[in-house]
């Protein structure tokens, strides 16, 4: 059974950078995309982007190029997403996610992580 | 960037009562659409994928429908365990969007 584990509450300021963890067990990483989603309080989901580790590549959201690197440590099965110059709006609930089909992306997301939640305050 | 419309915004029903949630693509998405719950406090889980394929350990009471545009949820007799928001989420086109979610809550 995959499980998906994220890294501890952040408390960032304008300007700065977060870099959040999300590590798997069970199953096989590098055989599945991880997709980042954010959902800021009281708020939808929003899809930040994606890296497929058997492949080494990634997709992102427009609205985050240039802001978000995501990668994966296939030697620890875990994935990462940093994203730089923050301001108060991207205080939100972080999700990683495991895409569902493995090989190839269907880009259905099950397991989830359990979030971390990001503050950017002064 | 294809806009998921999903309505209504909160469905007050009761206990054993069917609940039709509605999941409107703004251009066809063909089949590819998925539908995930979220509790307070927890992350998504997803419960129906590519319109109305099941995902591991959903219950039958959980059916998904529709093409093109238009799609729904269908939970035939709600659990206490099925109050919660619903969203709708495509894989159709970049990027992946996801609908603005259906609370279902206790009447």
């Known amino acids: 059974q995959v499980k998906l584990v994220q890294s501890g509450a952040e408390l960032k300021k304008p300007g700065s950078s977060v870099k959040v963890s999300c590590k798997a067990s069970?199953?096989?990483?590098?055989?599945?995309?991880i997709t980042w989603v954010r959902q800021a309080p009281g708020q939808g989901l929003e899809w930040v982007g994606e890296?497929?580790?058997?492949?080494?590549?990634?997709q992102y959201a427009q609205r985050f190029q240039g802001r978000v690197t995501i990668t994966a440590d296939k030697s620890t099965s875990t994935a990462y997403m940093e994203l730089s110059s923050l301001i108060s709006e991207d205080t939100a609930m972080y999700y990683c996610?495991?895409?569902?089909?493995?090989?190839?992306?269907?880009?259905?997301?099950?397991?989830w992580g359990q979030g971390t939640l990001v503050t950017v305050s002064s | 960037e294809i806009v998921l419309t999903q309505s209504p915004a909160t469905l007050s029903l009761s206990p054993g009562e069917r609940a039709t949630l509605s999941c409107r693509a703004s251009?066809?998405?063909?089949?590819?659409l998925a539908w995930y719950q979220q509790k307070p406090g927890q992350a998504p889980r997803l419960l129906i994928y590519?319109?109305?394929n099941r995902a591991t350990g959903i219950p039958v009471r959980f059916s998904g429908g529709g093409s093109g545009t238009d799609f729904t949820l269908t939970i035939s007799s709600l659990e206490p365990e099925d109050f919660a928001v619903y969203y709708c989420?495509?894989?159709?086109?970049?990027?992946?969007?996801f609908g603005g979610g259906t609370k279902v809550e206790i009447k």
């Open positions: 590519d319109t109305s």
């Open positions: 251009q066809s998405v063909s089949s590819y």
């Open positions: 989420q495509q894989r159709s086109n970049w990027p992946l969007t």
């Open positions: 069970g199953g096989i990483f590098s055989n599945h995309g």
């Open positions: 996610a495991r895409d569902l089909c493995g090989g190839s992306s269907c880009q259905w997301f099950d397991p």
């Open positions: 890296i497929f580790p058997i492949f080494d590549t990634t």
